[in-house]
């Protein structure tokens, strides 16, 4: 893909179409009926790994609780995460509240007007810059992510590596150069839209509606699903772990992550590396609680992270004492609900807290 000026050239009528088609009908999300910038910061944040339908509850609730940039700014952590809880990739709501910060403290709550000024902001790269700078200031800037780069491939039956950074950098120089000075915005949110409608990455794609289907090259050979190229993954790292689910008089025992790291900060219930027989979680366990009755296997469940995978076993335990010394926070039901943010790793264990009376 040497000659982006070639491509570009046979790729111009693509781009009244795709603004076209955006503009004849879109699907009627939240963020798209007042996209101020703080709206679409928030969205594109949250779509990041993020599917649309799992999102839209997500960010009706956090702008209920944090509805301009300063309550962002102000919001305890615990409650930021809170609402963050599900999501995954916690790193995005303490890079917001950051940004948030910063814009409150040395912009006067005054969000920055230019491409550069957004990608200063932490958690902002230059997807993210794009897509606010074009939608909510109509600035011609390109906003390419994963499903643009597909789009893209599949069009010009891309034969490189879409994930490496000079082909991105090149695919990124073509957009900027189709986009329309005066539909950016609706340019770039035709793009993400084709990508998650018509040219999704699971399943075949919809060419017969496309609107560039006369343009692409994919299309024309019958061989959509072959792009994008795919390199080989490293296999992920697979922890065997045992989970404890310790109830104390209706209380359950809970532990803080450590403030760096994967899932930094949250609450997860204690837990350890490897499968552990009963009588070595009994000795593992032993210097904190004594139990009151045997432990009751509560199934396996498996999480996967993006180079991890947690391949977990649950017991449930009941606490007859509390040993001096003993690290865990005891909450109740009510409190694990809505105070202590505990990622969705733990979601198959969750709801044993939440059951009455079941030993
Ligand atoms: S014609 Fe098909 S493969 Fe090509 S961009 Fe459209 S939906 Fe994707």
């Known amino acids: 893909m040497d000659d982006i000026e070639a491509y570009s050239v046979n790729l111009a009528p693509?781009?009244?179409?795709?603004?076209?088609?955006?503009?004849?009908?879109?699907?009627?999300?939240?963020?798209?009926?007042?996209?101020?910038?703080?709206?679409?910061?928030?969205?594109?944040?949250?779509?990041?790994?993020?599917?649309?339908?799992?999102?839209?509850?997500?960010?009706?609730?956090?702008?209920?609780?944090?509805?301009?940039?300063?309550?962002?700014?102000?919001?305890?952590?615990?409650?930021?995460?809170?609402?963050?809880?599900?999501?995954?990739?916690y790193s995005r709501a303490r890079n917001l509240q950051k940004a948030a910060r910063q814009i409150c403290e040395n912009l006067s709550g005054r969000f920055p007007d230019t491409y550069d000024g957004w990608l200063a902001l932490p958690g902002v790269g230059p997807y993210t810059a794009g897509a606010v700078c074009s939608i909510a200031f109509s600035q011609p800037v390109p906003a390419v992510d994963g499903n643009v780069l597909r789009v893209f491939s599949r069009l010009m039956a891309l034969e490189e590596d879409i994930s490496a950074p000079a082909v991105k950098k090149k695919m990124t120089r073509l957009v900027a150069s189709l986009l329309p000075p005066d539909a950016s915005g609706d340019y770039n949110q035709a793009l993400m839209e084709l990508g998650a409608t018509l040219c999704p990455p699971n399943g075949a794609p919809v060419c017969k509606e496309c609107p560039v289907s006369a343009h692409c090259r994919a299309f024309q050979d019958e061989n959509q699903l072959l792009f994008p190229?795919?390199?080989?993954?490293?296999?992920?790292?697979?922890?065997?772990?045992?989970?404890?689910?310790?109830?104390?008089?209706?209380?359950?025992?809970?532990?803080?992550?450590?403030?760096?790291?994967?899932?930094?900060?949250?609450?997860?219930?204690?837990?350890?590396?490897?499968?552990?027989?009963?009588?070595?979680?009994?000795?593992?366990?032993?210097?904190?609680?004594?139990?009151a009755g045997s432990p009751l296997f509560l199934g396996n469940a498996v999480h996967i992270f993006t180079h991890l995978e947690w391949h977990m076993s649950g017991w449930r335990i009941p606490v007859e004492e509390i040993l001096p010394g003993c690290p865990f926070t005891w909450a109740e039901p009510e409190e694990i609900k809505h105070l202590y943010a505990i990622p969705s790793a733990f979601s198959s264990f969750l709801p044993v807290c939440f059951i009455k009376n079941t030993l």
């Open 229 to 291: 190229l795919k390199s080989a993954k490293k296999p992920r790292k697979i922890l065997p772990m045992t989970v404890f689910l310790l109830e104390n008089q209706g209380r359950w025992a809970l532990l803080q992550r450590p403030a760096k790291g994967l899932l930094a900060n949250l609450w997860e219930f204690p837990n350890t590396d490897g499968h552990l027989s009963a009588r070595e979680m009994s000795s593992y366990l032993e210097q904190w609680i004594r139990p």
């Open 14 to 89: 693509t781009t009244r179409l795709l603004v076209d088609w955006y503009r004849a009908g879109h699907r009627d999300l939240p963020w798209r009926k007042d996209p101020s910038p703080y709206r679409v910061w928030i969205s594109e944040i949250m779509l990041q790994q993020t599917r649309v339908q799992a999102a839209i509850p997500y960010y009706h609730r956090f702008l209920s609780l944090f509805p301009d940039v300063h309550t962002l700014a102000a919001a305890p952590e615990d409650l930021l995460l809170k609402a963050w809880e599900g999501l995954g990739y």
